[in-house]
């Protein structure tokens, strides 16, 4: 399974924000979309990454205020990225290793999606399922045996 297919069942719903919005309007666009980030886009390229991990320290960092503070001072502007051709493997390491749950896709400069934890479990979850139904029919319709006699 490649990248590609779990934007696919996804959709392509996708929010971003430019350096230069407000923290707290991020932070709002968050909330009301129920997402845990957002894609930093500058001038059509992906500059960077807010999750809520990052508006999370800001807020213990200020007290719980988020203040006037911009996105780009908060973001992470070197988010880790993948393509639609990505194995799901190599998805999860690459999650797993880094401590990330939010990939953004982009074929070439072309942002095409962003993929989360919840994404790449919900897929695996699925292709597993399906292929436990597969085995499970293919077992119940196993040929008998025909007896061998001497």
């Known amino acids: 399974m490649k990248v590609s297919d779990i934007l696919r069942v996804k959709g392509n719903a996708l929010f971003t924000v430019t ?13 009301e979309k129920d997402i845990g980030s957002v894609v930093v ?5 992906l500059v960077g990454m807010l ?7 800001t807020l213990y960092e ?18 880790l990225t993948v393509t639609p051709e990505t194995d799901v493997n190599e998805v999860r390491r690459l999650m ?9 896709v982009l074929n070439g400069r072309a942002l095409e999606g962003v993929i ?3 994404d790449v479990a919900r897929a ?13 029919a293919y077992i119940r319709d196993w ?8």
């Open 19 to 31: 350096p230069d919005h407000t923290l707290w309007s991020a932070v709002q666009t968050m909330a």
């Open 41 to 45: 886009m500058e001038h059509g390229d």
């Open 51 to 57: 999750t809520f991990r990052e508006v999370i320290k």
């Open 62 to 79: 200020n007290k719980g205020s988020v203040g006037d503070r911009l996105v780009r001072s908060v973001m992470d502007d070197s988010p």
């Open 96 to 104: 797993l290793e880094s401590h990330v749950r939010y990939l953004p």
């Open 116 to 118: 989360s934890f919840y």
């Open 124 to 136: 695996v979850l699925e292709e597993q399922s399906f292929e436990n139904r597969m085995l499970k």
């Open 143 to 150: 040929p008998e045996q025909e007896s061998v006699s001497g």
